[in-house]
């Protein structure tokens, strides 16, 4: 399984940027997907995660309103849609799965990484004037 995450740079605050998730060897509709953040000097945190059947989504109370997790299980690839991009944003982010074959009702969402277990590089978005 192979997660690669792309579309990270470097933005002003207020602008948008869309980072994406490719996945190769695993059906991310068949999953729960996560995507997480760690900023400089801080442990990785949860932004969002869309569940399993693409219904249910959660999302950080820091991101909620401006981060929008979405997926297009026919290119399998999962998207991070961010608008109105502010500093404390700046940090590599993260995409994550569950693996297909631990117990996940359709309903779910997780928040921690022990809940994941495939990971991406990693693509890294600076936010700065």
């Known amino acids: 399984v192979q997660l690669q995450a792309s579309g990270g740079g470097l933005v002003q605050p207020g602008d948008s940027l869309t980072l994406s998730c490719a996945a190769s060897?695993?059906?991310?509709?068949?999953?729960?997907m996560g995507w997480f953040r760690r900023a400089p000097g801080q442990e990785r945190e949860i932004v969002a995660s869309?569940?399993?059947?693409?219904?249910?989504?959660y999302y950080a109370d820091s991101v909620k309103g401006r981060l929008t997790s979405s997926r297009d299980n026919a290119a399998n690839t999962l998207y991070l849609q961010m608008n109105n991009l502010q500093p404390e944003d700046t940090a590599v982010y993260y995409c994550?799965?569950?693996?297909?074959?631990?117990?996940?009702?359709?309903?779910?969402?997780?928040?921690?990484?022990?809940?994941?277990?495939?990971w991406g590089q990693g693509t890294l978005v600076t936010v700065s004037s």
């Open positions: 994550a799965a569950r693996r297909p074959s631990r117990s996940t009702p359709s309903t779910r969402t997780y928040a921690s990484t022990r809940d994941y277990d495939y």
């Open positions: 060897a695993l059906p991310i509709g068949s999953t729960v």
């Open positions: 869309i569940s399993r059947g693409g219904i249910y989504r």
